[in-house]
């Protein structure tokens, strides 16, 4: 008998079995609960490591696995150096997968059910400061139909708050310039309302007027921002585009678009807006997510209070200076 070619994304180094059942599990996933494709991958790439490695080991069965095997699996990932964040995240996603399995009668119980991955690291999320924002805003040049339309992404952006893959997202009947509104759909196809600036109304019409007619070259487009064959531009031609234009700005850190979702919410936050109101604008389901963003505001401000009272209290000679030049002498 000839053995049949794998399907599109299988794993013939996988027991057919785990392999069978995980393609149903992601395709439960992706019925369910509208997960975007990006996301289904990073599940199966998850899975599929953890899976081979218990095929591995000594019991070579996956549906098999126990606690064991995954303190083994996780301590293995830990000394390849894998963040605790990423193991985290690997935890929950195995234990989602046998979960289902149970639910599904296909094991007699879920082995990890009561198992809790690492604790991750509170980091405070990285952000822009007025000045670099503003440079990276204005690094399009506004004399081609790209220029135009680059500007439009990252005044949206950042004005909006918004995810990449809910901008890419967008069409033409999203955004409402009048009332300064854009419908987005983000995380399980959630539709939210975000607000947006007077600059990015202006960087949106110069872009609807002057771009977007060149770059869809009189073909019907249903999609917002358009790439140069007047096709959808895709998530990664946004990545792409702030990689280039941050250079450009002489912005050191490295930047994604995401950066600009963290600075627009410490910018808001540090305004003065309320954490309830940024959390709608947001679309995060939790509010404590959105606190983090208040550690950013007051981390920043203790870094004030505390460079004023040392320069108060100290003499001249020792005063820290701003811009970086010597103490001034007496």
Same mark, same amino acid.
């Not at 996988?14 to 975007?36: F, G, I, Q, T």
């Not at 808001?268 to 309830?276: E, F």
């Given at each position: 008998m000839k053995p049949r070619p794998p399907a599109a994304g299988e794993d013939r180094?996988?027991?057919?079995?785990? &392999?069978?059942?995980?393609? @149903?599990?992601? /395709?439960?996933?992706?019925? *369910? +609960?509208?997960?975007?494709?990006?996301?289904?991958? %990073?599940?199966?790439?998850?899975?599929?490591?953890?899976?081979?490695?218990?095929?591995?080991?000594?019991?070579?069965?996956?549906?098999?696995?126990?606690?064991?095997?995954?303190?083994?699996?996780?301590a293995a990932r830990k000394e390849e150096g894998m963040a605790s964040a990423s193991l985290t995240r690997k935890v929950s996603t195995v234990r989602g997968f046998y979960r289902w399995l149970a639910q599904e009668g296909h094991i007699p119980a879920d082995p990890f059910a009561a198992v809790r991955g690492p604790k991750r690291e509170r980091r405070l999320p990285r952000f822009l400061t007025p000045e670099q924002i503003q440079a990276l805003i204005q690094a399009p040049r506004a004399d081609s139909p790209q220029g135009l339309r680059d500007r439009a992404i990252l005044e949206l952006l950042y004005a909006?708050?918004?995810?990449?893959? &809910?901008?890419?997202?967008? @069409?033409?009947? /999203?955004?409402?310039?009048? *009332? +300064?509104?854009?419908?987005?759909?983000?995380?399980? %196809?959630?539709?939210?309302?975000?607000?947006?600036?007077?600059?990015?109304?202006?960087?949106?019409?110069r872009y609807l007027r002057h771009g977007r007619p060149a770059l869809a070259g009189g073909r019907p487009a249903d999609a917002l921002f358009l790439n140069r064959w007047g096709g959808p531009l895709s998530v990664r031609a946004v990545q792409l585009l702030i990689r280039r234009y941050a250079a450009a700005a002489g912005i050191d850190e490295r930047a994604y678009p995401h950066l600009l979702r963290h600075t627009f919410a410490t910018?808001?936050?540090?305004?003065?807006?309320?954490?309830?109101?940024?959390?709608?604008?947001?679309?995060h389901a939790s509010v404590g997510t959105t606190q983090i963003y208040t550690h950013v505001t007051d981390a920043q401000q203790r870094r004030v209070y505390d460079e004023a009272f040392y320069n108060a209290w100290q003499p001249p000679t020792r005063r820290r200076r701003r811009d970086g030049e010597a103490p001034e002498e007496g």
């Open positions: 180094t996988l027991p057919e079995e785990a &392999e069978r059942l995980l393609r @149903r599990y992601l /395709d439960a996933l992706a019925a *369910e +609960r509208n997960l975007s494709p990006y996301t289904l991958r %990073n599940y199966g790439t998850d899975l599929r490591d953890f899976l081979r490695f218990v095929a591995a080991g000594p019991g070579r069965n996956p549906l098999a696995a126990d606690r064991n095997v995954l303190r083994a699996y996780l909006a708050g918004i995810r990449v893959s &809910e901008l890419a997202g967008l @069409r033409l009947v /999203d955004v409402d310039p009048r *009332e +300064r509104t854009v419908r987005v759909r983000g995380k399980g %196809n959630k539709e939210r309302v975000a607000l947006m600036g007077v600059p990015a109304v202006r960087a949106l019409a910018h808001m936050l540090d305004g003065g807006a309320d954490v309830r109101v940024v959390q709608a604008l947001m679309g």
